[in-house]
T-cell receptor
Framework: SQQGEEDPQALSIQEGENATMNCSYK?????LQWYRQNSGRGLVHLIL?????REKHSGRLRVTLDTSKKSSSLLITASRAADTASYFCATDTTGGFKTIFGAGTRLFVKA | GAGVSQSPSNKVTEKGKDVELRCDPI?????LYWYRQSLGQGLEFLIYFQGNSAPDKSGLPSDRFSAERTGGSVSTLTIQRTQQEDSAVYLCASSPGTANSYGYTFGSGTRLTVV
């Protein structure tokens, strides 16, 4: 089963609106990462938040992490058509080598 | 190079043939990963290399799949006797160290179609 699960599976918003995507996971983690994928090819690393951090910002991106609820959220403010992509959360496991990706949220921003 | 390079970008092969997919990671990145992504799905972990050794091969779907890494750099994923269910995008990623501390840099992937 997936370590990380994104919610919603798909999201459609108007340009200028904010987009919020959620991720839940099952086991203890060292860090959680968010990635963006355009057109089903390579993923781009957006942000990494460590287990001892609660919030992190990068430009229009805001990520929160609640380890007690085993959940994270990615907020994109003032969305643009170019933000249209699939967004994945990814978690390592404490002591593990690999990073497990969820199934992703497909975001569509209408101009 | 400046990024992770994968070749070929697209490969169409007949069922039963063998294929080799190549990944050239960022220079100096010791960790290298292979993932597989079927259409509209998330990423499925295949194998992880630290240097030339593979501490975790748990994701390889069958013994038709193998991978090696030489010189702590280029990696090759080989699929023998390809089947139609092998059709997917194969993604390679590298990282400066272990997965736990760094984000990955992904290549653009190889889209494999088995006909």
């Amino acid at each position: 089963s997936q370590q990380g699960e994104e919610d919603p599976q798909a999201l459609s918003i108007q340009e200028g609106e904010n987009a919020t995507m959620n991720c839940s996971y099952k086991t203890s983690i060292n860090n959680l990462q968010w990635y963006r994928q355009n057109s089903g090819r390579g993923l781009v690393h957006l942000i990494l938040i460590r287990s001892n951090e609660r919030e992190k910002h990068s430009g229009r991106l805001r990520v929160t992490l609640d380890t007690s609820k085993k959940s994270s959220s990615l907020l994109i403010t003032a969305s643009r058509a170019a933000d249209t992509a699939s967004y994945f959360c990814a978690t390592d496991t404490t002591g593990g080598f690999k990073t497990i990706f969820g199934a992703g949220t497909r975001l569509f921003v209408k101009a | 190079g400046a990024g992770v390079s994968q070749s070929p970008s697209n490969k169409v092969t007949e069922k039963g043939k063998d294929v080799e997919l190549r990944c050239d990671p960022i220079s100096g990145h010791t960790a290298l990963y292979w993932y597989r992504q079927s259409l509209g799905q998330g990423l499925e972990f295949l194998i992880y290399f630290q240097g030339n050794s593979a501490p975790d091969k748990s994701g390889l779907p069958s013994d038709r799949f193998s991978a090696e890494r030489t010189g702590g750099s280029v990696s090759t994923l080989t699929i023998q006797r390809t089947q139609q269910e092998d059709s997917a995008v194969y993604l390679c990623a590298s990282s400066p160290g272990t997965a736990n501390s760094y984000g990955y840099t992904f290549g653009s992937g190889t889209r494999l179609t088995v006909v």
